[in-house]
Nanobody, 119 residues
């Protein structure tokens, strides 16, 4: 069983910064993608950023240049540094780890952490 534990959410003013952390434990395949998704009220969950264990990263266009994803492979952890936050970044942020092919894959989610950006 894989567990993901997130921390670091909270309330911040527009223009501020937050750092999210996620620690994974359990039986995790060595070649994987870890990252962050978010879901705002009334909207679908969307990818924010993720990072392959080989180093490849993906970012949503809306966060490029403002957010940075990093990993600590020894700790099986992933971090999201969020700068220049905007009210539209307000959402529940979920940590995710997944591996496999497009046909057969495993994916696990954290419980979510709220990020609220005020004007």
């Amino acid at each position: 069983q894989v567990q993901l534990v997130e921390s670091g959410g909270g309330l911040v003013q527009a223009g501020g910064s937050l750092r999210l952390s996620c620690a994974a434990s359990g039986d995790i395949f060595s070649s994987n993608r870890m990252g962050w998704y978010r879901q705002a009220p009334g909207k679908q969950r969307e990818l924010v950023a993720d990072m392959h264990s080989g180093g490849d990263t993906k970012y949503a266009d809306s966060v490029k240049g403002r957010f940075n994803i990093s990993r600590d492979y020894a700790k099986n952890a992933v971090y999201l540094q969020m700068n220049s936050l905007k009210p539209e970044d307000t959402a529940v942020y979920y940590c995710n780890v997944r591996w496999g092919s497009s046909v057969y894959y495993k994916t696990y989610w954290g419980q979510g952490t709220q990020v609220t950006v005020s004007l």
